[in-house]
């Protein structure tokens, strides 16, 4: 069962256009939102993050924003260069007993920014 | 500040051996966590550890196990590989294991 659920493997954008990545979940004992950007025969890097107790998180170009009501999550990129084409992760975090389970990755979306 | 760093980075082995890979976390961060990644499942977790001890564990078989030392520097043992174990092993640190998680580049594990 897959919880964290990202149904667009690619996603293609003109450079200088805004893309639109999202993501959707079903469990709603996730309390913490992070997305990661990877390139290939490389380790996730983190890119922006989001709590449970917001709607909307915005670091530059990269915004992040939260409707836990849908349980959807979507990752605004604006404006699009060349240099974003990689893979996008998104992830989630449930808090335990113990502290924080680990991350539950979506299958990430490729996106492709074209010249 | 050095970021994650896991070695080796590229590992042969075969059917039935052991391997051990190693996580330096970064510097400050008590909290290492370790990830699968593959084709077909995608990024799965395996297990964190904090304070040396293991806090919380993923739907992965005995044969993964680990262990974090007081410097907060990682191991993780496969034993008896399979075929399937193949795959990209990543490292993620954060202060105390509530905060974002940075990972390092992994250890790519091919198994004949």
């Known amino acids: 069962d897959q919880q964290v659920k990202q149904n667009s493997p690619s996603l293609s954008v003109q450079e200088g256009r805004i893309s639109i990545l999202n993501c959707d979940y079903t469990?709603?004992?996730?309390?913490?939102f992070l997305w990661y950007k990877k390139y290939p025969a490389e380790g996730p890097t983190f890119l922006i993050s989001?709590?449970?107790?917001?709607d909307k998180n915005e670091d530059g170009r990269f915004t992040v924003f939260l409707n836990k009501s849908a349980k959807h999550l979507s990752l605004h990129i604006v404006p699009s260069q060349p240099g974003d084409s990689a893979v996008y992760f998104c992830?989630?975090?449930?808090?335990?007993?113990?502290?924080?389970?680990?991350?539950?990755f979506g299958k990430g979306t490729h996106l492709i920014i074209q010249p | 500040k050095a970021g994650v760093t896991q070695t080796p980075r590229y590992l042969i082995k075969t059917r039935g051996q052991q391997v051990t890979l190693s996580c330096s976390p970064i510097?400050?961060?008590?909290?290492v966590s370790w990830y699968q990644q593959t084709p077909g499942q995608g990024l799965q977790f395996l297990f964190e550890?904090?304070?040396?001890?293991?806090?919380n564990k993923g739907n992965f078989p005995g044969r993964f196990s680990g262990r974090q030392f007081s410097n907060s520097r990682s191991e993780m043992n496969v034993s008896t590989l399979e075929l399937g174990d193949s795959a990209l092993y990543l490292c993620?640190?954060?202060?105390?294991?509530?905060?974002?998680?940075?990972f390092g580049p992994g250890t790519r594990l091919l198994v004949l």
């Open positions: 469990n709603s004992m996730f309390d913490y």
């Open positions: 993620a640190s954060s202060l105390a294991g509530l905060e974002t998680q940075y």
């Open positions: 510097s400050g961060h008590r909290s």
């Open positions: 989001i709590s449970s107790i917001k």
């Open positions: 992830a989630a975090r449930a808090v335990s007993g113990g502290g924080a389970d680990g991350l539950t």
């Open positions: 550890y904090f304070s040396e001890t293991q806090r």
